[in-house]
């Protein structure tokens, strides 16, 4: 079964950086579009940034809150993801999910039901 672990959060100054990890066991990196998301309270989850697989070009986008300040990357060996955040303001607090594009799903023995997983994320904080 897929499994995902987001490490790297914390508090951090508005202007600082920080440096988010994801370490996935059950589905390859590197063969997936692959996702940030971050959701605060009371709102939906919403993309950050999206790397596309290596098949498909391993292709960029972020969202324009973040565009600039933000980047995305990935190590196929290990199977690892990156985002690392410069320029932090208030705004970017929120916690830190990756996951594919669409996000991976856990199943039932016999494959009859599914649900989208989702790792435990990352907390940041961006505050005086």
């Known amino acids: 079964q897929v499994q995902l672990v987001e490490s790297g959060g914390g508090l951090v100054e508005p202007g600082g950086s920080l440096r988010l990890s994801c370490v996935g066991r059950?589905?390859?990196?590197?063969?997936?579009?692959m996702t940030w998301y971050r959701q605060t309270p009371g709102k939906e989850r919403e993309m950050v940034a999206t790397?596309?697989?290596?098949?498909?070009?391993?292709?960029?986008k972020y969202s324009g809150s973040v565009k600039g300040r933000f980047a995305i990357s990935r190590d196929n060996v290990p199977n690892v993801m990156y985002l690392q955040m410069n320029r932090l303001t208030p705004e970017d607090t929120a916690v830190y999910y990756c996951?594919?594009?669409?996000?991976?799903?856990?199943?039932?023995?016999?494959?009859?039901?599914?649900?989208?997983?989702w790792g435990q994320g990352a907390q940041v904080t961006v505050s005086a």
């Open positions: 790397i596309s697989s290596i098949t498909s070009g391993a292709h960029i």
């Open positions: 059950g589905r390859m990196f590197s063969l997936n579009d």
């Open positions: 996951n594919g594009d669409p996000p991976f799903q856990r199943c039932s023995a016999s494959y009859d039901y599914c649900v989208d997983y």
